[in-house]
């Protein structure tokens, strides 16, 4: 079995967060790391290439040719919005602060802890975050690439954003195919623009991102749903993964311990609060 303080042990300490206002996501908080900073702007980077190669040299000549109609449009503008917006809401939340602990440290029913980096009172499937400072709620995993920790707050804007990140992949290599294959020429686009004299490269860098961006966000969002089904965390996946074969209960209230009580048409909501504790769980004494 692999001991908890030792995969903690291999992040990095880092303690320093800021908290802000925005609009749409509320109360954020943003955690002061160099490196989470480089790799959450190597993301939007990847985004916004994603986003708009595709735009410009395949989506608005093809509709303005009429090869495409605008529902084809206004999908590709809706899955790239609620991507960003899922990153966003991932990487800005407070994954999870640790409420006050009411009981007595002694008591012998609780089945709170003493966290040993930061001697906080935790209750059950609480860790913490060498990278963030401190102990996260129903932690899943500290992720760099959006600068932030997977937990109980954020896990669901998490799942969203590997779908919509797979659904916005899976749309540009799609698109591109038919570029490639089955659309004409481009008639009403000005040829002497670079991005349309050149278009052939964006293409060919925009396939090979699309394809791996596709792939892996794929493999994750599977590995994340396996996850939900067994009720199990990233880290209590990796300290016991002889319990991984184990899935229990149903599909929907699996899932709504994470995205909430509300309709599931709501759950493709990037943006909002939910109440993820399971109903038997009691972090209160």
């Known amino acids: 079995m692999i001991n908890m303080n030792n995969i903690m042990n291999l992040i990095p300490s880092h303690k320093e967060e800021s908290t802000l206002h925005l609009p749409c996501l509320g109360r954020v908080h943003v955690v002061s790391d160099r490196e989470g ?3 959450a702007s190597i993301v939007l980077a990847y985004w916004l290439y994603g986003t708009f190669a595709p735009l410009f040299i395949i989506v608005k000549p093809a509709y303005e040719d009429g090869v495409i109609s605008w529902f084809v449009v206004y999908g590709y503008y809706l899955v790239s919005a609620l991507c960003l917006l899922s ?26 802890n003493k966290c040993k980096v930061c001697n906080q009172m935790r209750p059950p499937r609480a860790h913490h975050c060498r990278r963030c400072g401190h102990c996260v709620m129903k932690m899943d995993h500290h992720c760099p690439w959006i600068n932030n920790c997977v937990g109980e707050n954020n896990h669901f804007a998490f799942i969203l954003l590997l779908l919509y990140a797979f659904l916005l992949s899976l749309y540009a290599f799609v698109l591109v195919m038919l570029h490639f294959w089955v659309f004409p020429k481009c008639v009403s686009c000005d040829k002497e623009v670079f991005y349309i004299k050149h278009s052939i490269w964006f293409m060919y860098l925009e396939f090979i991102l699309s394809l791996q961006m596709m792939s892996l966000m794929g493999i994750q969002l599977f590995q994340q749903h396996l996850n939900v089904l067994r009720n199990k965390t990233t880290l209590e996946t990796m300290m016991d993964p002889r319990s991984t074969l184990y899935i229990q209960g149903q599909c929907s209230q699996s899932y709504r311990e994470i995205c909430g009580q509300g309709h599931p048409l709501f759950w493709l909501i990037p943006i909002g609060k939910r109440k993820a504790l399971p109903s038997d769980t009691q972090y209160y004494v």
């Open 87 to 112: 990153f966003l809401s991932a990487s800005l939340k407070n994954p999870g602060n640790i409420p006050s602990y009411t009981g007595t440290e002694n008591e012998a029913d609780t089945k709170w």
């Open 37 to 39: 900073r480089c790799y």
